[in-house]
Structures are given as structure tokens and as C-alpha cells.
């Protein structure tokens, strides 16, 4: 399957074609995409093992599309609400200031791989309950609504237990361990936009820490 051209790509995305760029080349070297001078790009026979680049300001949804991966956003729930105190600090949030919360339950290939949980300042994002998420993409929809554009985070991997609800969620055994991505996520101008806690399966997946 070749895919759209760069520039189509980043718009829908909601990144600068530099970081498009970037990710594709990432994805190349991983093996997941062909790229030939003149031939465009094309996805390559889908691994066994879901793999995610920590280090590009591209969202992990993205990037499983961009590999070419059948991914779906399932929206969850939407609210606006006083978070907790550590969440409102990290967000830079006045006294009882209020987060556009969003849940969500990624699924690749049709099989559940996470739950993403995410709070982002409410006076930077008016009305966003009310807005259909732009290919199923946050980052796109700020980008595209708000003008918001993710270009640093500061990111906390750990090993957890699976709760009851969680493990059910994601189709896993009660007694199972998940990886926790915790993010502070700054746009261009330093400002926190978003605060997210995202639960993965580890059953055949891989993380990569490169920044360059």
C-alpha cells in the first residue's frame, strides 16, 4: 500500500512536515515502510510486534498508522472537570481551574493495546467537548481547532498491575502487568497543553527512547 504524499500526511496529522519526516525515516530504519526515489512510500508486511518511538513529537496512534496498522480511537468519555491537585499543577492550572478530560481505548488490528487517559487546560481549549476528534487523532484536533502543536514532552515509563477494570479493558489476565506512560506534554511556546497517563500492553510491544 503506498501512502499520501508528505504534505497530505502532515496535514491530517497535525505536525510539521519536518517531524512527518522524521517519523517516516524511523519507520523505514524499523523495517515497517519502503522508501524508493521516485517510487513514494509504501507500507511493508506488518511485524508481530508493535514497536513506538518515544522520541518524536508524533502520537503513538499516528505512528501505528503511519506503519500502516488498522487502528481505531474508541472515545470513551469526555468531561470538564477540576483534576487532581498534582494534575492541575503540572498543567500550570489556577485554584480549582478546570481540564478537558478525555478517555479513550486505542485498538490495533481490532485488539484492544490501550487506554489513554488525558487532561488538557480548558481555557486553551473551549468548547472541546463539543468537537468530533479529527481521525480519531487528539493532537490532530488541537492542531487544527486551537492551533496547538505538541513539540516537547517530558515522559515517566513504569511496570504496573493490571487492575480488574483495566484487564478487561485490554482483554488481559487479571494478573497482568502493563506499562504506564505518564507525559507532560509543552507546545512551541513551552506552555503544558496536555497531561496524559496511558496504559499499554507489554505482550509484543516495544518502546524507543531516541531523540535525533
Partial sequence: ?????????????????????????RLADAGLLSRRPG??????ALPRLVSCDLGLMLSMTQQ?????YKTRSVLQETKVEVPSPAIAEA???????HAFYVRRLITVENQ?????????????????????LEEGSLWATIAKRYGLKPHHASNILEIVPAT???????????AA???????????TKNRPIEYS???????????HFSTT
Avoid at 91 to 97: A, F, T
Avoid at 164 to 174: I, M
Avoid at 177 to 186: D, E, K, N, P, V
Fill in 91 to 97: 498543567l500550570k492550572l489556577r485554584p480549582k481551574g
Fill in 164 to 174: 480488574s477494570y483495566e484487564a478487561q479493558q485490554l482483554r488481559a489476565v487479571t
Fill in 112 to 132: 484492544p493495546i490501550a487506554m489513554n487517559r488525558s487532561w488538557l487546560p480548558e481555557k486553551m481549549v473551549p468548547g472541546m467537548q463539543n468537537l468530533d
Fill in 197 to 207: 497517563v496511558v496504559l499499554w500492553t507489554t505482550k509484543n510491544l516495544r518502546f
Fill in 64 to 68: 501505528l498508522k503511519l506503519a500502516g
Fill in 39 to 44: 517510487g513514494g512510500t509504501t507500507v511493508t
Fill in 1 to 25: 500500500m503506498r501512502l499520501p504524499p508528505e504534505t497530505a500526511l502532515a496535514e491530517l496529522y497535525g505536525v510539521s512536515r519536518m517531524t512527518l519526516r522524521q517519523a517516516l525515516r
Fill in 177 to 187: 502487568t502493563l506499562a504506564r506512560l505518564t507525559s507532560l506534554i509543552f507546545d
